[in-house]
T-cell receptor
Framework: SAVISQKPSRDICQRGTSLTIQCQVD?????MFWYRQQPGQSLTLIAT?????????ESGFVIDKFPISRPNLTFSTLTVSNMSPEDSSIYLC???????????FGPGTRLLVL | GENVEQHPSTLSVQEGDSAVIKCTYS??????FPWYKQELGKRPQLIID?????GEKKDQRIAVTLNKTAKHFSLHITETQPEDSAVYFC???????????FGTGTRLQVTL
């Protein structure tokens, strides 16, 4: 498995503002993903972070709301833009190595929007 | 549509009993089936996975069985202990082998 960290671990934000979440892994990985987990719910894939190109978004998620960067093979950011209380959730990154389906999760970022 | 169904949503067992959680998936091309355990306030942790070339895999008290014809797979926990209490998620790649779709989760409570 890989050692994955996320920053911040939690935050309380005002509506209308934006928050950028960082995901760092200790070794090079091919795939990096961003998930949302609403309170008491399952994990929903937001997008796949592609190194050197635009992220691939799942149905219901758009780049203007969730811009993603991935400048190299060990780091990615997710921004939650123009936040509303409905964005209150846990945001998790996950990683997978080349030719391996297994995903490992970061510790998550707990976001509360007031 | 493509989805992963998981049952039951909650499960309460007495310590020492067995627990079984079942998932069905819609894409017959799916070939990888992981199970994750998520304790309260923690990240999902992979506990066991199975690939479509085998029908069963076991790791100490945990086992997973796969029926590709019926498109369902199950998690079996034997001799349950209080530390097994958590939410368990199954997952499968649907439409795209590189992405996972997660089941709705099962909250397991092991009582003394």
């Amino acid at each position: 498995s890989a050692v994955i960290s996320q920053k911040p671990s939690r935050d309380i934000c005002q509506r209308g503002t934006s928050l950028t979440i960082q995901c760092q892994v200790d070794s090079q990985v091919t795939m990096m993903f961003w998930y949302r987990q609403q309170p008491g719910q399952s994990l929903t894939l937001i997008a796949t972070a592609n190194q050197g190109s635009e992220a691939t978004y799942e149905s219901g998620f758009v780049i203007d709301k969730f811009p993603i960067s991935r400048p190299n093979l060990t780091f990615s950011t997710l921004t939650v833009s123009n936040m509303s209380p409905e964005d209150s959730s846990i945001y998790l990154c996950s990683v997978a190595r080349q030719n391996q389906e297994t995903q490992y999760f970061g510790p998550g970022t707990r976001l509360l929007v007031l | 549509g493509e989805n992963v169904e998981q049952h039951p949503s909650t499960l309460s067992v007495q310590e020492g009993d067995s627990a079984v959680i079942k998932c069905t998936y819609s894409d017959s091309a799916s070939n990888y089936f992981p199970w994750y355990k998520q304790e309260l306030g923690k990240r999902p942790q992979l506990i066991i996975d199975i690939r479509s070339n085998v029908g069963e895999k076991k790791d100490q008290r945990i086992a997973v069985t796969l029926n590709k014809t019926a498109k369902h797979f199950s998690l079996h926990i034997t001799e349950t202990q209080p530390e097994d209490s958590a939410v368990y998620f199954c997952a499968a790649p649907l439409r795209d082998a590189s992405k996972l779709t997660f089941g709705t989760g099962t909250r397991l409570q092991v009582t003394l």
